[in-house]
Every structure is written in C-alpha cells, then in structure tokens.
C-alpha cells in the first residue's frame, strides 16, 4: 500500500492524463469514422476549459454544472460552425477546422478581461479526482460503443465508405455528420473541463494547432478500426515522453522516430482487428 501511495504521489497526473488525452482521441475517433478531417478538437477542449473554470471561479456553481457547462459550450460552437463547415470534405474541411482553432485561439488571446489573455487563467479549483475522469471515460466508452452498434453508427460507416451511395439509400447524410462532429466536440469540452480543474492553470497556448496535431495522431496512432485504438494511442503518447526521460535532450528525436516507425510498419495502428484475424486464421490452421 505504502509502494502505491508514492507511486501515485509521482504520477497521479500522468495517469489522469492519460484519461483525458483518452478523451480527447475518442473525440476525434468519433468525426473520423464519419468521414470527417474534422481538426478543431483542440479549440472545443479549450472552449470546454475556459468554459468550466470560469463558471467554477466567477459563478462558484457546483463542479457537476461546471463540467457540463464545458461540454454545452463546445457544442453550441460545433452546431454554428458545422452549418458552413461541413459542407466541405477532406483537406479543405481540416483547413477550415484549423482556421477556427486560429480563431478561438487569437480570442482568448484578446479577451483579457474575462479569459486572462496571454497570461491565462491562474488558481482554477483543483477539483478533477480519479474517479471523475475514470468514470467519464467509461462512460465515454459506453455511449460511442452503443452508438457504434446502433443504426445511426451503421449510418455513420456507409457515409465513411461513400456518402453519395450513403445519400441515395436514404441516409440523411448532413445531419449524421453533424451530430457526429457536436459530439465529438461535446467529449473535447469534457476532457478540457476536467483538465482545467486539474493542472489549476490554463493558457491559450495550450489550445493551438500543435495539440490539435497531438489529438490527432493518438487516433491515428492506436487505430481507428475500433474503440480500443484512440486509448492505446492516448496512452503511448503520454507515457513515452515519460518513459524516455532519461534521454535527455535526445528525447524528443527518439520519441518521434519511434512514432515514424510504428505508422510506416503498421499503416492501419496499433488497433487493427483485421490484422488480429488474420492472426487468428493462421493460428488455426
């Protein structure tokens, strides 16, 4: 017990973080298996964050209100931007994506009044505890794999492989993509409510297109054949900068060959459940 008190005294916000990064690569695992380039994740955490902590510091409402006042927000963006945004697909809808990051970005910058501008928020309420982002994540889980099984998740699939051929049997392909993207946005707003109330400060920087390119090469890296996928990768690119510490300045260098060689060796991630039956069928005969 006394090896796992200070174990968890070290690393208690490394595994929390895991949780929310965990969040995060749902997040966007959710928009891509509709289809969807869709790179504003890392503006709807920060929507989602300035969100909770101002409701928490300014209002004093309780922190239950305040996580869901960080996904309300992030999904009210995600219904007014997604009318002209989703119409676009592939590059130019991940182009478009970026530049309202860029937006949110500059306005947090800006508004210094009310978000603290470039020196951000200080003395958020640490109230995130294990048990919130554990429990968030398996509901997390839950919702997107019900939803997977369900018809609007079969919808989701045909609109993946070809949206046109999706249209013409009926699928209501606009409103699919929709509510694939708010969702998403509505799991960023969690994790960035839940991360805000852990690290006790936030800044606009932390909100910018290098987090958006972090949560999405968790999906990229895990897989995004299955729910699995986004956790893995999740967990890789949070603990192996951890793990390589004692590489000193070269950490960074082995940390990003090691990623290169795992997307050129394994195209589809680490999460490939085509790839485990094969393995199976070899193993049988």
């Given at each position: 017990?006394?090896?796992?008190?200070?174990?968890?005294?070290?690393?208690?916000?490394?595994?929390?973080?895991?949780?929310?990064?965990?969040?995060?690569?749902?997040?966007?695992?959710?928009?891509?298996?509709?289809?969807?380039?869709?790179?504003?994740?890392?503006?709807?955490?920060?929507?989602?964050?300035?969100?909770?902590?101002?409701?928490?510091?300014?209002?004093?409402?309780?922190?239950?209100?305040?996580?869901?006042?960080?996904?309300?927000?992030?999904?009210?963006?995600?219904?007014v931007i997604g009318v002209p945004t989703l119409r676009l697909s592939g590059?130019?809808?991940?182009?478009?994506?970026?530049?309202?990051?860029?937006?949110?970005?500059?306005?947090?910058?800006?508004?210094?009044?009310?978000?603290?501008?470039?020196?951000?928020?200080?003395?958020?309420?640490?109230?995130?505890?294990?048990?919130?982002?554990?429990?968030?994540?398996?509901?997390?889980?839950?919702?997107?794999?019900?939803?997977?099984?369900?018809?609007?998740?079969?919808?989701?699939?045909?609109?993946?492989?070809?949206?046109?051929?999706?249209?013409?049997?009926?699928?209501?392909?606009?409103?699919?993509?929709?509510?694939?993207?708010?969702?998403?946005?509505g799991i960023a707003g969690l994790a960035g409510a839940l991360n805000a109330?852990?690290?006790?400060?936030?800044?606009?920087?932390?909100?910018?297109?290098?987090?958006?390119?972090?949560?999405?090469t968790m999906a990229i890296l895990g897989g995004i054949g299955g729910l699995?996928?986004?956790?893995?990768?999740?967990?890789?690119?949070?603990?192996?900068?951890?793990?390589?510490?004692?590489?000193?300045?070269?950490?960074?260098?082995?940390?990003?060959?090691?990623?290169?060689?795992?997307?050129?060796?394994?195209?589809?991630?680490?999460?490939?459940?085509?790839?485990?039956?094969?393995?199976?069928?070899?193993?049988?005969?």
């Amino acid at each position: 017990m006394a090896g796992f008190e200070e174990f968890w005294a070290v690393y208690s916000n490394l595994v929390l973080g895991i949780g929310i990064n965990a969040l995060l690569a749902l997040s966007i695992w959710l928009t891509l298996a509709c289809g969807l380039l869709a790179l504003a994740n890392a503006a709807f955490m920060g929507i989602g964050a300035y969100t909770a902590a101002l409701i928490t510091m300014n209002l004093g409402w309780p922190f239950p209100l305040a996580l869901a006042g960080g996904m309300a927000m992030p999904v009210l963006a995600a219904l007014v931007i997604g009318v002209p945004t989703l119409r676009l697909s592939g590059v130019y809808l991940a182009m478009a994506t970026l530049a309202f990051g860029e937006v949110v970005r500059v306005g947090l910058l800006n508004a210094e009044g009310l978000t603290g501008g470039a020196l951000g928020l200080n003395g958020i309420p640490q109230l995130t505890q294990w048990w919130h982002v554990a429990l968030a994540l398996v509901l997390t889980l839950a919702v997107l794999w019900r939803l997977r099984r369900s018809r609007v998740g079969r919808a989701f699939e045909a609109i993946d492989g070809d949206a046109v051929a999706a249209s013409l049997m009926g699928i209501a392909v606009d409103a699919h993509k929709m509510l694939a993207f708010a969702l998403g946005a509505g799991i960023a707003g969690l994790a960035g409510a839940l991360n805000a109330h852990l690290t006790f400060f936030i800044g606009p920087s932390e909100y910018g297109f290098d987090r958006g390119v972090e949560i999405l090469t968790m999906a990229i890296l895990g897989g995004i054949g299955g729910l699995p996928g986004p956790v893995l990768g999740a967990f890789i690119i949070t603990v192996l900068p951890e793990a390589l510490r004692d590489f000193g300045n070269a950490r960074t260098m082995v940390n990003g060959l090691i990623l290169v060689m795992i997307v050129l060796f394994l195209p589809a991630g680490l999460w490939d459940p085509r790839r485990f039956k094969g393995w199976l069928r070899r193993g049988a005969r």
